[in-house]
């Protein structure tokens, strides 16, 4: 006649019943916790500015060359072909306080501060307005548009020249 084996009970009260149950739950719940956060700090190690700009971005050259091409025969512009090209965006329509072209009343203040501190203010940029009218244009060229508008609301400033040619070498 065989017995029945003898086991032990580790369990011997109801509080280390519920006690066992929750560690049971709660140590592999906690595992897959930590394995979950080791795979996404790993999936994502090394993340920083470089990773989230594209690739385009990354392999960009460093700079880029602009040839502008002029023809030899092209002086500075006039006075009225800068203010077309960039001016009467903003002088056109009057947009951010911009005074409008021909606008006497608008431009009486600013043409009694003089012609030297308009020019400043366009070559420099003031308020609102980038420097140059945000343009790309020589300050002869500047000076042009600035007395072409100042004219049409009142002003009879003259329209500076161009220099004259250096004297070629014999």
Request: aromatic share 6%; charged share 15%; with cysteine.
């Amino acid at each position: 006649m065989s017995q029945a084996p003898q086991t032990q009970e580790s369990v011997s009260s109801p509080q280390q019943l519920v006690v066992a149950v929750l560690a049971s739950f709660l140590i592999p719940a906690a595992l897959v916790g930590l394995l979950v956060s080791y795979v996404y700090s790993v999936k994502n190690a090394g993340s920083n500015a470089a990773v989230t700009q594209s690739a385009g971005d990354r392999i960009m050259p460093v700079g880029t060359v602009a040839i502008k091409v002029a023809s030899a025969n092209t002086g500075p512009r006039s006075g009225e072909d800068v203010f077309k090209a960039q001016c009467a965006s903003c002088h056109g329509s009057g947009m951010l306080g911009a005074p409008k072209f021909g606008d006497a009343a608008a431009w009486g203040p600013r043409i009694a501060q003089g012609v030297d501190k308009l020019l400043e203010h366009a070559l420099k940029g003031f308020n609102a307005m980038p420097a140059q009218g945000g343009g790309d244009f020589s300050d002869l060229e500047v000076h042009r548009g600035l007395v072409y508008m100042a004219n049409a609301g009142g002003a009879k400033f003259a329209e500076p020249a161009a220099p004259a040619a250096a004297a070629s070498a014999p």
